[in-house]
């Protein structure tokens, strides 16, 4: 038995998970006899460039200057439906896209928190949840498959189940860029921990996070196993080390929103457009 520790910051934890599931073995099924839809996200847009060779749209995401949009709207896809080696932007027909899936789909999606519970949420920055509003009833009712990739990083206190219904766009009365609420993902997650293990006999276990000097948000984990399984994985570890920082996702979407944007109306409380409805001013400048 070999014990190995290495660190990796958040986008190689990133690219750790996608690696790990896109050679695991856990997407056959669903490539050979199913489908996979992808929902856009950094960590998911890994995958998605691994498995069908395209990356896809960022939408909401928060910066330095707070929770963003994207600046423009872009033509790449947010959702992703992959069948028979064939990949489909369906942003435009999700609904009718939805009613047709079933058991036979695996839908894979980021998080913006997870719990000690056992439970994760995303961020919903539209009305209505915008693409996953549509999306949320079928994957309850359908036996639609989920998985949730998602970094320990994540990782919030308290019970999400509660924390959600104190968490309102419309309820905010200021934020800097896009008030948010928080809806429920039902799936398996899948941290950095269990995709290393999906990916090789190994017991992974994260010991710390921290950083320092451009390492911030960096993961600390060992591995223990056969001398083989360590080696497999620490060879992973060393080739998402050469890859670059920025996670690979369409371009056109990185670029922030600020005010005015096409956005500006849907988005509540904003404190750079003057949506808010407290006194505060960014800046303190009237």
Same mark, same amino acid.
């Given at each position: 038995?070999?014990?190995?520790?290495?660190?990796?910051?958040?986008?190689?934890?990133?690219?750790?998970?996608?690696?790990?599931?896109?050679?695991? #073995?856990? *997407? +056959?099924?669903?490539?050979? /006899?199913?489908?996979?839809?992808?929902? $856009?996200? @950094?960590?998911?847009?890994?995958? !998605?460039?691994?498995?069908?060779?395209?990356?896809?749209?960022?939408?909401?995401?928060?910066?330095?200057?707070?929770?963003?949009?994207?600046?423009?709207?872009?033509?790449?896809?947010?959702?992703?439906?992959?069948?028979?080696?064939?990949?489909?932007?369906?942003?435009?027909?999700?609904?009718?896209?939805?009613?047709?899936?079933?058991?036979?789909?695996?839908?894979?999606?980021?998080?913006?928190?997870?719990?000690?519970?056992?439970?994760?949420?995303?961020?919903?920055?539209?009305?209505?949840?915008?693409?996953?509003?549509?999306?949320?009833?079928?994957?309850?009712?359908?036996?639609?498959?989920?998985?949730?990739?998602?970094?320990?990083?994540?990782?919030?206190? #308290?019970? *999400? +189940?509660?924390?959600?219904? /104190?968490?309102?766009?419309?309820?905010? $009365?200021? @934020?800097?860029?896009?008030?948010? !609420?928080?809806?429920?993902?039902?799936?398996?997650?899948?941290?950095?921990?269990?995709?290393?293990?999906?990916?090789?006999?190994?017991?992974?276990?994260?010991?710390?996070?921290?950083?320092?000097?451009?390492?911030?948000?960096?993961?600390?984990?060992?591995?223990?196993?056969?001398?083989?399984?360590?080696?497999?994985?620490?060879?992973?570890?060393?080739?998402?080390?050469?890859?670059?920082?920025?996670?690979?996702?369409?371009?056109?979407?990185?670029?922030?929103?600020?005010?005015?944007?096409?956005?500006?109306?849907?988005?509540?409380?904003?404190?750079?457009?003057?949506?808010?409805?407290?006194?505060?001013?960014?800046?303190?400048?009237?």
């Amino acid at each position: 038995m070999e014990t190995a520790q290495f660190t990796l910051w958040g986008s190689q934890c990133q690219q750790m998970i996608a690696h790990c599931i896109a050679t695991s #073995g856990i *997407l +056959t099924p669903y490539l050979e /006899h199913g489908q996979i839809l992808f929902k $856009g996200s @950094s960590t998911v847009s890994c995958l !998605s460039k691994l498995v069908t060779g395209d990356t896809l749209r960022i939408c909401g995401r928060w910066t330095k200057n707070g929770m963003k949009g994207a600046l423009h709207k872009c033509k790449g896809a947010h959702f992703m439906l992959y069948r028979q080696g064939k990949a489909q932007k369906v942003d435009d027909c999700l609904e009718q896209t939805m009613k047709g899936l079933g058991p036979e789909t695996l839908f894979i999606t980021g998080a913006n928190a997870l719990d000690a519970f056992g439970h994760a949420a995303l961020l919903i920055g539209s009305p209505s949840g915008g693409g996953y509003g549509i999306c949320m009833p079928y994957l309850y009712t359908e036996g639609i498959q989920t998985l949730i990739l998602s970094s320990v990083l994540k990782l919030i206190p #308290g019970d *999400l +189940t509660q924390i959600m219904s /104190h968490v309102s766009m419309r309820r905010c $009365g200021f @934020s800097y860029g896009m008030a948010c !609420s928080l809806a429920p993902i039902p799936g398996e997650i899948i941290t950095e921990i269990e995709a290393i293990q999906f990916f090789a006999k190994v017991q992974a276990q994260i010991f710390a996070k921290g950083g320092f000097f451009g390492a911030q948000d960096s993961t600390a984990i060992q591995i223990q196993g056969e001398r083989d399984q360590v080696e497999r994985v620490l060879t992973l570890v060393e080739y998402i080390k050469t890859l670059p920082e920025e996670p690979p996702v369409d371009h056109d979407s990185l670029d922030e929103c600020n005010f005015p944007c096409s956005e500006c109306g849907s988005h509540h409380s904003c404190g750079y457009s003057g949506r808010q409805n407290i006194f505060h001013k960014i800046g303190g400048k009237e």
